[in-house]
């Protein structure tokens, strides 16, 4: 089989004599790199598992990183949520579709962040609270239609386990299967998030919070959604370097 050679004169040969893959998401001018120097066409994908990061970057972001990710789409924020002159005069009075589209992806990934910072920065939550009504509705107790109903509830509870607890529920020790229910998922004696994970809870949180608030649930979500995020709560205990008392961000308004 034809063998080509990379910028630094390593052969390659797509994989065929030397047992090494082409992953598609390697730099492409090192070897194996395959996207432009591969004469075969032959890409492989990089299993998921090995990437070790959500697609926005480092897993979990933590204060600095919402604190970061806050200051990228002020501007944003600003154009969409305020479109007359933008937040200067307060949080907006409503949320639009477009506003939505560009505030809740970091208030689902950051919402421990907003929490935390609710008496120092109010309008964050204040626009979160309309942008999910924008998203999911209003919430109305003891309803089977709209905003976590009942069979909605049912559904994110069934799917935690496949979600958060490991192939074989191995992270969830003490989740009973027939009712269903949110624990913490354990790995070697520490709460454990993957990627995966994070994104099905935040989700959840954002949909089904007005639900759980003041519940035994919420008290586990909460806590466990500081560790998917790399929040640490407000509150008793040893404060992280990066709480978000010690992180400086440019607000939107």
């Known amino acids: 089989m034809q063998s080509t050679v990379d910028v630094h004169g390593n052969a390659m040969d797509a994989g065929a004599n030397d047992m090494v893959c082409n992953l598609a998401d390697v730099d492409a001018t090192t070897s194996q790199g395959a996207t432009t ?72 990934q950051c919402s421990e962040f907003i929490k935390t910072n609710r008496f120092q920065n109010p309008e964050l939550l204040a626009i979160t609270d309309k942008c999910e009504r924008e998203e999911y509705g209003r919430y109305k107790p003891n309803s089977n239609h709209g905003r976590c109903s009942d069979s909605d509830l049912a559904t994110f509870y069934s799917e935690f386990a496949p979600a958060c607890c490991g192939p074989t529920a191995s992270y969830c020790p003490g989740l009973d299967a027939v009712n269903p229910t949110l624990v913490t998922p354990m790995m070697n004696g520490q709460p454990h998030c993957d990627a995966g994970c994070a994104t099905f809870v935040e989700e959840f949180h954002s949909e089904c ?45």
């Open 209 to 253: 919070h007005p639900r759980i608030d003041g519940t035994a649930d919420e008290a586990t979500l909460s806590a466990f959604l500081g560790v998917c995020q790399g929040i640490t709560p407000q509150g008793g205990g040893h404060r992280r370097a990066e709480d978000d008392s010690e992180v400086a961000y440019e607000p939107i308004v």
């Open 37 to 108: 120097r591969n004469p075969y066409d032959t890409l492989y994908e990089r299993p998921a598992d090995t990437h070790g990061a959500q697609a926005g970057g480092a897993f979990p972001i933590g204060a600095a990183g919402c604190s970061a990710m806050l200051s990228r789409i002020s501007t944003r924020v600003n154009n969409q949520c305020c479109p007359a002159g933008g937040c200067s005069n307060g949080a907006p009075t409503d949320c639009s579709e477009q506003c939505s589209a560009v505030w809740m992806p970091f208030a689902q």
